[in-house]
């Protein structure tokens, strides 16, 4: 009886091992095959005046989260700044480090968002747009540069999408295969999202409530990571 219980033993336990090294195999395949990248800039913290070290906790945990809920390591998020000196990803990437949040799905690069490709940084698929309410072209940072370098198709394609935007909360838009940014740069989608404003030349400032504006925030990374993520479903 002991023999032959140990023969069933034997005969089950290779056939595991085989199953789950190949389901193992499958899955690390598909996933060097299907990495997709949101590159995003730091929300609000230029022309929108949000306090830095405060943004800077909020993105690092908004991250972390976002990383929990989704364990496929083909989703990466990239952290874009396009100052030499910024002092968001330095503060980032010290909390980033406290926290050990995984650096081989958040990574950072200093540059253009609309060039990260074609200057040498790694491919990525999809771009996030810190806007304004109305998702109008023009103004200054990353939106201008966003809808300069996608062209008309980027505006003609945000309008069949939404004409305003709340702060907190994003949408997104799929680029056409004619729009500069998808031909040069290979990006697919930009999503745009509102964050708080705390400048009081712009709309909806929230004259330094923080309470209010943190809410906000984390919203607003919540929205652009789920939406980046549901792409991908
Ligand atoms: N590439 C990479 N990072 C950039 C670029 C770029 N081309 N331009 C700016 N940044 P901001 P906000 C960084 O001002 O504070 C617009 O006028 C910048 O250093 O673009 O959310 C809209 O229409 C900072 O770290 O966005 C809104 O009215 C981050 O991107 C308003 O600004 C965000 O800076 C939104 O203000």
Request: aromatic share 6%; proline share 6%; with cysteine.
């Amino acid at each position: 009886v002991v023999a032959a219980k140990q023969q069933i033993l034997k005969d089950h336990l290779p056939r595991v091992g085989v199953i789950g090294t190949s389901q193992h195999m499958s899955s690390v395949d598909e996933q060097q095959e299907e990495t997709n990248t949101l590159a995003f800039p730091s929300i609000s913290t230029a022309d929108f005046q949000f306090d830095h070290y405060k943004a800077s906790t909020i993105l690092v945990e908004s991250v972390s989260e976002f990383l929990l809920k989704n364990p496929n390591a083909g989703l990466k998020l990239m952290l874009v700044d396009i100052g030499s000196k910024s002092h968001m990803l330095s503060l980032v990437k010290k909390k980033a480090t406290e926290l050990n949040v995984d650096s081989d799905r958040f990574t950072f690069f200093t540059g253009d968002i609309t060039k990260i490709r074609s200057s040498g940084g790694p491919p990525c698929n999809v771009l996030a747009n810190a806007t304004n309410w109305r998702l109008k072209a023009g103004g200054g940072g990353v939106n201008a540069a966003i809808f300069k370098a996608a062209g008309p198709e980027l505006e003609e394609a945000t309008r069949k999408v939404a004409t305003t935007l709340l702060p907190g909360s994003s949408i997104v838009v799929p680029l056409s295969p004619s729009s500069p940014l998808r031909k040069e740069e290979g990006v697919t989608h930009v999503i745009h999202v509102l964050g708080p404003n705390m400048n009081p030349q712009r709309p909806n400032c929230l004259a330094d409530d923080y309470v209010e504006g943190c809410k906000i925030l984390r919203n607003a990374y919540a929205s652009l990571f789920e939406n980046f993520a549901s792409l991908f479903q």
